[in-house]
């Protein structure tokens, strides 16, 4: 059973910290890399950091290089998403997932992050 369960999300000023969880079934998590991605309101979800299987590489897009972290831990299928120097422009859904995803992947409920200017 596939299983994406993301929590953390919430409601912070500029400048603020949050760390998102995610929570994956073992058939998602264990031999692929992992992302998360975001849907900003009235805007396309995009990819905002990816790790590998193993943990050993990771990626951010460009407007979170810095403030963001991705981990991994593999024992208990979960990723982190550490977000520090939150800004407005931030503000979304938060979803985990496999990555790279295809169309028709099922996707999990998200986690709301909203950063008040």
């Known amino acids: 059973q596939v299983q994406l369960v993301e929590s953390g999300g919430g409601l912070v000023q500029t400048g603020g910290s949050l760390r998102l969880s995610c929570a994956a079934s073992g058939t998602i998590f264990r031999v692929n890399a992992m992302g998360w991605y975001r849907q900003a309101p009235g805007k396309q979800r995009e990819l905002v950091a990816w790790?590998?299987?193993?943990?050993?590489?990771?990626k951010y897009t460009d407007s979170v290089k810095g403030r963001f972290t991705i981990s991994r831990d593999n024992a208990e299928n979960t990723v982190l998403l550490q977000m520090n120097s939150l800004k407005p422009e931030d503000t979304g859904v938060y979803y985990c997932?496999?990555?790279?995803?295809?169309?028709?992947?099922?996707w999990g409920q998200g986690t709301q992050v909203a950063v008040s200017a």
């Open positions: 997932n496999k990555f790279p995803t295809y169309l028709g992947d099922f």
């Open positions: 790790i590998a299987a193993n943990g050993g590489f990771t």
